[in-house]
């Protein structure tokens, strides 16, 4: 029996209403990201309102894309193409949910460390290079699920490495840092943590383009983070 046209007209939409809501999450959580960076890679205090936590818009969107999957898989009844579309589409932004908790932890890191350490860490070329590696692999991750891009998981793979190599050094250089100066512990602490976070944000960017991989091909080797 055909296909009411009315019907598959309907769902289209639905689908590219779904595309649009990952779209709009990502791209509000990218500014985020920049916002709370920004003072890592400048060294100058970030302003009030890019303090501001989005908490509840991003809560919001991410509600939206649940319901619009629900709708589509209990009313739709997809095929195996777009199914994986859609499952993919809640795994993102799960994982979408998780990399903003983890810029929010870096702003209020940034905040607490304050003026004179942020001087400090603007300095350290590692740290610059780890937070504009994350910044690249959450547009990457973006523009891999606009294209449907398959391929893109392999080049976040190498990107995603960069980053761990970057935070080793940190790593290794806050604690020497603690150890000749205690007095620096707190904010060394809120350095170490503000890695840790951009590390994870790359991990979960990395995650996003293996889901649009198995969007596309229905499998997937790459080992996703939890």
Do not use: W
């Not at 908790?101 to 780890?130: F, M, P, Q, S």
């Not at 190498?158 to 840092?177: C, K, P, W």
Request: charged share 25%; net charge negative; hydrophobic share 45%.
């Amino acid at each position: 029996m055909a296909t009411d046209p009315h019907i598959s007209h309907r769902f289209d939409d639905e689908l590219e209403e779904l595309r649009g809501c990952i779209m709009a999450m990502t791209e509000q959580i990218r500014r985020r990201y920049a916002a709370a960076t920004d003072p890592l890679l400048t060294g100058k205090q970030m302003s009030a309102n890019a303090l501001a936590q989005d908490d509840s818009e991003i809560e919001q969107k991410q509600r939206l894309i649940e319901e619009t999957c629900d709708l589509i898989l209990v009313r739709r009844q997809p095929t195996a193409r777009d199914m994986r579309f859609v499952v993919a589409c809640i795994r993102i932004s799960n994982d979408l949910g998780r990399l903003h908790a983890h810029i929010n932890k870096i702003a209020e890191a940034v905040v607490r460390v304050g003026t004179r350490d942020l001087g400090i860490l603007a300095r350290h070329h590692e740290l610059n290079r780890a937070t504009l590696i994350a910044q690249d692999m959450l547009q990457a991750a973006q523009q891999a699920f606009a294209a449907a891009d398959a391929e893109a998981a392999q080049t976040l793979e190498g990107m995603d490495e960069e980053i761990n190599s970057a935070s080793r050094v940190i790593i290794r250089h806050q604690l020497t840092y603690m150890m000749e100066s205690p007095q620096v512990v707190a904010s060394a602490v809120d350095a170490l943590l503000i890695v840790r976070s951009i590390e994870r944000i790359g991990d979960y960017a990395k995650n996003i383009a293996h889901l649009v991989r198995y969007m596309r091909l229905g499998r997937d080797t790459g080992e996703l983070q939890i």
